[in-house]
């Protein structure tokens, strides 16, 4: 199984069980099934958001930890500064 068809399985699974919760066919408290479920996409959508937000904060803390790629993306800038010079592109 591809990785995409994984995801699309996942995605079905969780969105046809969501469904189940919201029409009401998986019995719950009221008060679970009136506050919480309706937010639930909602709750699901902020905490990606923000997981990813704290993904790339990770990795812009610790992109320093990386020497070496940090010297290959320096190196890789110079070049790329000198090939737009050579075709009078002022970069600085």
Same mark, same amino acid.
């Given at each position: 199984?591809?990785?995409?068809?994984?995801?699309?399985? $996942?995605? $079905?699974?969780?969105?046809?069980?969501?469904?189940?919760?919201?029409?009401? $066919?998986?019995?719950?408290?009221?008060?679970?099934?009136?506050?919480?479920?309706?937010?639930?996409?909602?709750?699901?959508?902020?905490?990606? *958001?923000?997981?990813?937000?704290?993904?790339? *904060?990770? *990795?812009?803390?610790?992109?320093?930890?990386?020497?070496?790629?940090?010297?290959?993306?320096?190196?890789?800038?110079?070049?790329?500064?000198?090939?737009?010079?050579?075709?009078?592109?002022?970069?600085?």
């Amino acid at each position: 199984m591809t990785r995409a068809q994984q995801t699309i399985s $996942l995605a $079905l699974l969780v969105s046809s069980l969501y469904l189940c919760l919201y029409l009401k $066919l998986i019995p719950l408290p009221p008060a679970i099934q009136q506050d919480i479920v309706p937010v639930l996409p909602f709750w699901v959508l902020v905490s990606f *958001g923000a997981w990813l937000l704290f993904r790339l *904060g990770w *990795g812009m803390a610790t992109f320093r930890d990386t020497p070496d790629a940090h010297a290959e993306l320096m190196e890789e800038i110079k070049l790329a500064k000198a090939d737009l010079r050579t075709k009078g592109v002022d970069v600085d």
